[in-house]
């Protein structure tokens, strides 16, 4: 996962929007990258979705939504 990313909680589920950097992993593969990193480090059990279009802000990264 690169630096491009959202983090959404909807009703108590958290979704992980990433985008691709610099891998030669599948999307599939990726995602289940993240998944487990989530739940090793952290405990947290995480749907995640692979885009290739993390819209970009400027100044300061607005990465969580409720």
């Known amino acids: 996962m690169g630096l491009w990313y959202h983090l959404i909680l909807d009703q ?9 950097f610099k891998t030669t992993l599948s999307d599939q593969q990726l ?10 480090r952290l405990g947290i059990d995480c749907e995640v979705v ?15 939504f409720n």
């Open 31 to 40: 995602k289940a990258k993240i998944q487990q990193h989530m739940r090793d």
């Open 50 to 64: 692979i885009r290739d279009d993390i819209p970009r802000t400027f100044g300061k990264a607005i990465r969580i």
């Open 12 to 20: 108590g589920v958290l979704t992980v929007e990433a985008e691709k």
